[in-house]
């Protein structure tokens, strides 16, 4: 009983220091994210849904750097477990290539064809106009992003969740005064807008690649590459990396083009659905931070018990972060319908808009538990375990399968308002959820990924 008392301290304390920092930094991250979106949104509707359409470049782009780190994360956790250093900086040295080479696609694609990217969205001209504006600017942080995200995963996996904490403290809080600064207008300081939101996210980007950098080639030699030997990837380490990592890629981005049909699908409803969503998802993003914490310390301490070769307790661990997903997703739910009138008023919004995002927020308060099981499962537990083709699966089955055809037979055929529409697609989360818990329960979702040369 007190062996059993003691590893299930041991579970709780190492998952709360793993989960804490990505709370707070995705707290953060989206609390600024609420603050960015309240500023814009003193300037109009219409900005609110330039950048929010511009964003989906970066939305798109970010989700691949997570299908990236996700990818490596698999790898880094259970070579950390083994430790095995040689392959931690492979790893780390093809991460780095795969995000950095695509952020640079998505940066000349926002810097040269900005236009055109905003008329996928959109045909009105005033938010065509600010989007234009706000992509060519911000186009290339993608590749400041693509670096600091590779960083952060890798600090995290070797146990120092609270230094991309703490560094995103300090890029945030500058992109947060950058904002002020630049969007108003203070002093000598011109009024810029839309331009100025852009400018600040930029430059905050920029201070958080830097500082990273820094702090990993200082402190974390296991973390920082020095020769091209990381940069040398023979055969049999691609064809060991590729088919494992390569499914949460395209899982990601595949993901992030669903969401940016649904987003079409939006925008076929009018300017003020556009809006209403977005300053719903900025307020409900709050809600979600918790499970972000989660799945991260999922994903890793059950990575780490596969390296040490200890399946029963990673089998363990699972089940348990099933049932920890369920409780915060509950709660975080209810706390969200609580408080979603009350941060909807701070928005200088029309009432109309102001009561399809609170109708929008009481929807996505009620879906938050099967979000919440989803993240964990298909993040965390699938991917710990190598598992990434069927998580892939279940990913692409809800989004692709369910989801966006649902979001056009909504919008187009069905004529639903936006709120309506927000509903109808929480199925894809349902069907997400059943096919997940599937393949837990009949527990082949374990793979050993270090026995590789």
Known sequence: MTKDLTE????????????LPVVFQSLLNNSLSFVDTLMI????????AAVALANQMFFLISLLFFGVTSGSAIFLSQYWGAKN?????RVLGLSLAVAGIGALIFALASFFIPRQIMYIFTTEEVVVSHGVSYLKIVAASYIFSAISQVLAT????????????????????????????LIFGIGPIPAMGVAGAAYATAASRLVEMGALLVIVYRHHPVLAIRTREAFHWNKAFLLHIVPTSLPVILNEFFWA?????????????????IAAINVAESIGNLFFVAMMGVSNATLIMIGVKIGEKQIPLAKLYAKRFILTALLVGIAMGLFEVLVAPLFAQFFNISDEVRR???LCLYVHALTMPFKSINIVIIVGILRSGGDTRYSMFAEMFGVWAVGVPLAFLGALVFHLEIHQLFLLLGLDEVSKMFIGLYRIKRGTWVNDLTNVH
Not at 41 to 48: H, K, S
Not at 85 to 89: L, S, V
Not at 164 to 174: C, E, G, K, N, R
Not at 257 to 273: C, F, Q
Request: hydrophobic share 50%.
């Open 154 to 181: 890798a600090l995290r996996v070797v146990g120092h969740a609270r230094i991309p904490l703490q560094v995103a403290l300090v890029s945030l809080t500058m992109n947060a005064v950058g904002n002020y600064l």
């Open 85 to 89: 250093e040689t392959n931690i900086q």
């Open 257 to 273: 083009l669903g969401m940016t049909a649904y987003k079409v699908a939006y925008s076929r409803i009018g300017i003020e659905a």
């Open 356 to 358: 399809l995002a609170i």
């Open 41 to 48: 949104g003193q300037l109009g509707e219409a900005p609110i």
């Open 8 to 19: 299930r301290k041991d579970f709780t304390s190492k998952m709360i220091s793993i989960a």
